[in-house]
């Protein structure tokens, strides 16, 4: 069974940094894109960041472009977000996502994603 499970999500102040992970289990990702969703409350969700199965290959949404950093290790089968200079705009609870087929690319879009996990909160206090 493919599981998915973030952490890392808090409550922080405004101008504060956390850093997600996401461990992925019941099979290797080493060879798919991975990406982070956000959805907030009465909003749809979001995408924020997705990286390409080496590393070579990284999307950003505008909104966190300067801000967060996406990054994977594929011997943890682990991929990280690294998110600086936080908003209370950023509130939202993040998901993780993993592709089932090999692309060398890292899309945006979550139709493109199989796998998905259960969601961390984020809350930056103003």
């Known amino acids: 069974q493919v599981q998915l499970v973030e952490s890392g999500g808090g409550l922080v102040q405004a101008g504060g940094s956390l850093r997600l992970s996401c461990a992925a289990s019941g099979r290797t990702f080493s060879r798919n894109a991975m990406a982070w969703f956000r959805q907030a409350p009465g909003k749809e969700r979001e995408f924020v960041a997705a990286?390409?199965?080496?590393?070579?290959?990284?999307q950003y949404a505008d909104s966190v472009k300067g801000r967060f950093t996406i990054s994977r290790d594929n011997a943890k089968n682990t991929v990280y977000l690294q998110m600086n200079s936080l908003k209370p705009e950023d509130t939202a609870v993040y998901y993780c996502?993993?592709?089932?087929?090999?692309?060398?690319?890292?899309?945006?879009?979550?139709?493109?994603?199989?796998?998905w996990g259960q969601g961390t909160q984020v809350t930056v206090s103003s």
């Open positions: 996502a993993a592709d089932s087929a090999f692309w060398p690319r890292a899309p945006v879009s979550a139709l493109e994603y199989d796998y």
């Open positions: 990286i390409n199965w080496s590393g070579g290959m990284t």
